[in-house]
Every structure is written in structure tokens, then in C-alpha cells.
């Protein structure tokens, strides 16, 4: 299948990008990695006039360390998460989440902007992204505006992000030492995709309660979401005999998808499932 | 695709249902409605511009309102198509009151959707259609609340203009 006729930019900066977005309004659609936009171009979906190809701005690949904060460009692509000795080192959780995704193919040329720029609601990302509360910094022609992961993903492939504007880089606090964090994902066999994901950071007190919990569900429901019903179980008490309680809540007030693969019953059951694996997983990681 | 749920609105009931017999309210409140006309009695016709991400599309089609019950029910027979796809069913739409002052909407349906949007949209079809019933619902809650307002306004206004025509004959009475 051929997509329809469109005119190929390239944009060589962030502002050449915008530039472009404006001119060409609605018919303008951003390029990252391509693996969910080229194929529902190639379905006659999607028929964007102009495309333009984020992937020859160099700054927006990047992955540093800017003053004790990790900063991925939104053009790294998975493979660079997942292999970057920065992330591993700091945000293990981050590189572990990017190693689970889709195939080699899809983690050479995938990016993590584009990822959860898209926001499929079954994308690995977002639930790494929402344990580890990163910033994600969106740049328009009003200028550059920094929003959290909790405030980011609004609905169904609906994201903060507005027409014009472009993801340029997501930000985050390293993982204190100590802490246990585990991404355990139940694999769409066909896709990769997750089914469930669900994301975990763990503190452990010196009394053996548990100081903090954060977790990150993907593929449940239409977004993705801090599952705060299960963290506020958590938080205070004794982790060995707490979790399977609290696990038991990850899939509370959520309106859990249904389609072929799985029915809302089994998608919450696998959020309760894996959300005691990622608790148990993350407790076993994490020293007091 | 069956879609079926309950959501309560501020308003009485019969303000519901003329919001939901009013085609040109209801265009308003209709995520990507470009135009919805009267075709006939209790049918309609309209164009929606719609989609998530990337896959936006222009779809139109005809609504038929059938079993008619005022102010309490109706049965929606719809019909639609586009480039990526079609859609064709029926559900049901219920009004209760609640009390004097909200109302229940229950709606019941089985939607067919096929064609190339079905392929890839499979996955979030039924979460793409909740989306916008949900946005829907709100913005029928906004024009609702905007038409309380309103009509409270110009009670108010009514009213002041009563009182000064009052004012007015009593003072003609003093002077005699």
C-alpha cells in the first residue's frame, strides 16, 4: 500500500520545524520516528500534504546531564534509551522500559517524543515517564512551556500538546540510590505493544515500611495514569504484606479498553497481576 | 461496537429534551459537526469532521429519530460514511427525572463500524466513541447551565421592569 502524495521537509532546527508547522497548518504533520504515523499514511488514514522530518536536528537526539537533571532530546530514538550509559546509570527504570519496546527494528528508529507525543494508550513510555515524573518541555511560537507527566496525557491519544507546537525534550530527576523500580509489561505477541504495563519506583524506610511508591500504568485504560490508589495503600506500611493489597487496587475508577486481544475484565485483571510484579520486582531491587 | 451508559444533567427534563430535539443546538454540541439540517420530519442530516491523532476523516450521514415519546424517549437510527470508513446502527436515549432540577440520560446502542479505519482503529474505537459522548455530554451540560442562566437573566430583567412600572402607576396615584 502507497500513501498519497506529500511534500518531503527536513527541518535542520527546532525553529525551522515551527516555521513550518504554521505554514502549512492542519496539512502539516511532524515526522519523528515514523512507526505509527508511516503506517496510517500507507492505510490512507492519515493524508498529510507535508511532512516534516524531525530527524536531521541534532540537538533534539541528545542525552545529557544539565545540572543533576537527565535530559533526553525527544528524537532519541529507543535503542539510544535503552543503550545511553547516562540513562542506565540514573534512570535504569527508563532503560529498562525502552528495551521492552516493539522489536530492534522499532527501538532503532523509534524516539521517545514521538512516542508519547502520539500517546497510544498501549505505548510503553508513558507509564516509565508518569512513575518517574518527568518534565516534558513543549516548544510553539508563544515559546517553550515545561509540563509534568501527570498533567501531560489527557485522553485517548489527546496529550497537553497543542496544534503548532513540537515536544523537544523530556526531563528527570535520577532515581535516588536505594530505590527498587521494575517495567513489567504483559507482550501483545503480534505488535509488541503492551496489553498492560505498569511502571514502578520504590523507597524503602529505615523501619522496613515503605516510604514512597510510584506506579505507572499503560494499556488499561485510555490513558495512561499514576495509579495513586495502589501507591497510597503502599505508603506507610510493611511492603512484603501490603502489596498484594494494594495491587488488588490498580484498576480502581479506571474504564479499562476492551477489543480482540483482551476484554476490560482480563485488562484489569493483568493491571492487578502485573502491578504485584512490578511492587514485587521494584521491592526486591530496592535496599533501605 | 455496543456503546451504553448513564450521565446526569442539571437541568429538567423537558429542558433536556428540547436540547435534544434542537438541531441547531445540537450541531453545536457535537464534537466536529460542520452542519446538521432537517431532511424531513424527525430526520436529519449532517457532515462531521472527526478523528483522533492523525486519522481525521469527513464523515456524513443521515439520523433518524423513530418511537418518539416526549419528553422521556427516543430511538436513533444512524447511517454514515467516509472515505476511511462507515457506520451504521441504532440505540436508544431515555430521560429520567431526577428531582426537579436534573435529569438521568441513559443511551443504549450497537454501532457497525468497517472499512479501512477498522483495520488499525480496532484497538481504540470503542475508547475514540466514549471520548466524544463524553465531550458531548459536557458541552449539553454547558449549554444548559449558559440557557439557566439566560432565562434567569431575563426573569430578573422582567421583573425590574415590573417594579418600575409599579413605581411609576403609584406615583401617578400619589400625585392625583
Keep these: 500500500m502507497y500513501p498519497s502524495a506529500f511534500d518531503y521537509h527536513r527541518a535542520a532546527s527546532v525553529k525551522d520545524a515551527l ?16 512507526h505509527s504515523l508511516i503506517p496510517i499514511m500507507k492505510l490512507r488514514l492519515a493524508q498529510p500534504a507535508h511532512l516534516i522530518d524531525l530527524s536531521g536536528v541534532r540537538e533534539l537526539a541528545e542525552i545529557r546531564d544539565e545540572s543533576g537533571k537527565i535530559v533526553v532530546g525527544a528524537m532519541a530514538t ?16 527508563l532503560a529498562q522500559c525502552a528495551a521492552m519496546i516493539g522489536d530492534i527494528q522499532v527501538r532503532n528508529r523509534g524516539t521517545i517524543g514521538g512516542s508519547i507525543a502520539h500517546a497510544d494508550p498501549a505505548a510503553d513510555y508513558p507509564a516509565a515517564v508518569l512513575a518517574l515524573e518527568g518534565e516534558i518541555t513543549i516548544e510553539g511560537a508563544a515559546g517553550r512551556r515545561v509540563v509534568k507527566a501527570a498533567d501531560f496525557f489527557l485522553d485517548l491519544m489527546t496529550t497537553a500538546v497543542r496544534p503548532g507546537e513540537i515536544v523537544t525534550q523530556l526531563a528527570f530527576a535520577p532515581i535516588p540510590p536505594g530505590r527498587g523500580f521494575a517495567y513489567l509489561k504483559h507482550r501483545q505477541p503480534a505488535s509488541g505493544f503492551a496489553t498492560v504495563g505498569v511502571a514502578a519506583v520504590i523507597a524503602i524506610a529505615k523501619n522496613a515500611t515503605c516510604e514512597s511508591a510510584r506506579v505507572g500504568i499503560t494499556g488499561l485504560g485510555p490513558k495512561p495514569f499514576r495509579a495513586k490508589a495502589v501507591e497510597s495503600a503502599l505508603a506507610g506500611n510493611p511492603p512484603a504484606q501490603a502489596t498484594a493489597a494494594a495491587a488488588a487496587r490498580a484498576a480502581d475508577g479506571i474504564d479499562a479498553l476492551a477489543d480482540i486481544h483482551a476484554s476490560a475484565e482480563f485488562r484489569a485483571e493483568l493491571a492487578r497481576v502485573y502491578t504485584r510484579r512490578a511492587l514485587e520486582a521494584a521491592m526486591a531491587r530496592a535496599a533501605v | ?7 446526569v444533567l442539571s437541568a429538567p427534563r423537558e429542558r433536556v429534551w428540547n436540547l435534544f ?3 441547531a443546538r445540537l450541531a453545536k454540541l457535537i464534537p466536529g459537526c460542520e452542519k446538521l439540517e432537517m431532511l424531513g420530519p424527525d430526520e436529519y442530516g449532517g457532515t462531521l469532521n472527526v478523528g483522533i491523532a492523525s486519522v481525521k476523516g469527513v464523515y456524513s450521514g443521515k439520523l433518524k429519530l423513530e418511537d418518539k415519546r416526549a419528553p422521556a424517549h427516543y430511538r436513533m437510527v444512524v447511517d454514515g460514511k467516509g472515505k476511511q470508513g462507515f457506520m451504521r446502527g441504532s440505540g436508544t436515549l431515555d430521560l429520567e427525572a431526577r428531582g426537579a432540577k436534573s435529569t438521568a440520560v441513559k443511551y443504549a446502542g450497537d454501532v457497525q463500524v468497517g472499512g479501512p479505519l477498522v483495520q488499525v482503529g480496532q484497538r481504540v474505537i470503542d475508547s475514540a466513541a ?16 449558559a440557557e439557566a442562566a439566560g432565562t434567569v437573566a431575563r426573569q430578573g430583567l422582567m421583573l425590574n421592569l415590573w417594579r418600575s412600572i409599579v413605581r411609576l402607576v403609584a ?3 400619589r400625585r392625583t
Design chain 1, 78 to 93: 529507543h535503542r539510544a534509551v535503552e543503550s545511553s550509559a547516562l540513562v542506565r546509570a540514573k534512570l535504569g527504570l
Design chain 2, 130 to 145: 466514549k471520548m466524544m459522548l463524553g465531550q458531548f455530554f459536557a458541552a449539553a451540560e454547558a449549554e444548559l447551565e
Design chain 2, 171 to 173: 406615583s401617578l396615584f
Design chain 2, 1 to 7: 461496537m455496543k456503546l451504553a451508559g448513564e450521565t
Design chain 2, 21 to 23: 430535539n434542537d438541531p
Design chain 1, 19 to 34: 516555521r513550518m508547522l504554521s505554514e502549512y497548518g492542519e496539512d502539516g504533520k511532524l515526522l519523528a520516528g515514523g
